[in-house]
């Protein structure tokens, strides 16, 4: 019968398990736990037994599963199958031992299973604070170095990419086969006029206002960063010199149209643009700069 009976609650535990159900995989355990611990007191024939301090177990047990309404409900069980095996040694239906069994047991083992219910409660509120404590540390930190790494990345003014994660990429690309690379750099004119006139406020808004523009005229693949107070550079991976232009004269529409645009400070970039297919992008850099000197000089002789 016994085998039948542990076939049937593999059977159900097997099904429980397959639906992802484990508090019930929990309730399942202890409740089977408890049943056998005073399967095994009645088979002993008294209360007196040190089998039934395993009821302190399955409360610990209890207590580590589930929440307080669940070890309530299993140290009320524990300490009702106890005054029951009383009563029934008390009524002969179970070998009267050598020695009277009366409430006095049942209050102290009642005793004891409160007892170990409250501080194994206590212990597992302790330790879920602990935890919750632990994660949000953890999380915290994790926000906190994400933080970090992007300020070490980005510029906190326009939220591009600044120029040691520019350099960076330029050393790793000039190593790489993304051949050709065109790099762009783009100078905003004027920018010390702005900012002794209109107030650096005023200064702040042309830098996000040229990083909108050079955004919407970029891939994504584009690696757009601000390596200078009023100077910006792009990466364009993958890029010959004919697709770079044909980028350069996408960014003057785009400032066209921004500076047609009512209450907008009129945008004015100086440009150059240089191709690397074999060799170091530092000198390409040099000629891009070199180049939107170039460009400066003859928009101010013109």
């Keep these: 019968m016994l085998n039948v009976l542990f076939l049937l609650v593999c059977i159900f535990l097997r099904f429980v398990l397959c639906r992802r159900q484990p508090a019930q995989v929990s309730l399942t355990l202890v409740l089977l736990a408890f049943g056998y611990v005073t399967l095994a007191i009645t088979q002993l024939g008294t209360i007196r037994s040190p089998t039934t301090t395993a009821y302190v177990i399955i409360i610990i047990a209890a207590g580590l599963l589930f929440e307080w309404r669940g070890l309530l409900a299993i140290t009320?069980?524990?300490?009702?199958?106890?005054?029951?095996?009383?009563?029934?040694?008390?009524?002969?239906w179970l070998p009267t031992p050598d020695y009277s069994v009366g409430l006095t047991q049942w209050w102290t083992y009642t005793l004891i299973f409160g007892a170990v219910s409250g501080m194994t409660l206590a212990a597992f509120q302790a330790l879920q604070y602990a935890?919750?404590?632990?994660?949000a540390e953890l999380k915290a930190r994790k926000r906190t170095?994400?933080?970090?790494?992007?300020?070490?990345?980005?510029?906190?003014?326009?939220?591009?990419?600044?120029?040691?994660f520019f350099e960076t990429e330029m050393d790793r690309l000039s190593t790489s086969r993304e051949l050709p690379i065109s790099l762009l750099v783009a100078d905003l004119d004027n920018m010390k006029v702005t900012n002794d006139t209109l107030g650096h406020a005023a200064g702040d808004q042309l830098l996000r206002d040229v990083t909108q523009v050079l955004q919407s005229s970029l891939r994504v693949s584009d690696i757009l960063a601000r390596i200078g107070g009023d100077e910006f550079a792009v990466l364009l991976p993958y890029t010959d010199a004919t697709t770079a232009r044909q980028i350069v004269l996408r960014i003057h529409k785009h400032l066209d149209a921004?500076?047609?645009?009512?209450?907008?400070?009129?945008?004015?970039?100086?440009?150059?643009?240089?191709?690397?297919?074999?060799?170091?992008?530092?000198?390409?850099?040099?000629?891009?700069?070199?180049?939107?000197?170039?460009?400066?000089?003859?928009?101010?002789?013109?």
């Design 145 to 164: 170095e994400a933080q970090l790494l992007y300020l070490s990345t980005h510029d906190s003014l326009t939220g591009i990419y600044n120029r040691a």
């Design 131 to 135: 935890l919750t404590r632990m994660d």
């Design 76 to 92: 009320t069980l524990c300490s009702g199958a106890v005054l029951g095996i009383i009563w029934a040694e008390g009524n002969g």
């Design 258 to 302: 921004l500076n047609r645009m009512p209450g907008i400070l009129p945008l004015h970039l100086s440009l150059g643009i240089a191709t690397m297919t074999s060799g170091n992008l530092r000198e390409t850099f040099k000629l891009a700069d070199a180049q939107m000197y170039a460009d400066k000089h003859q928009r101010k002789t013109q």
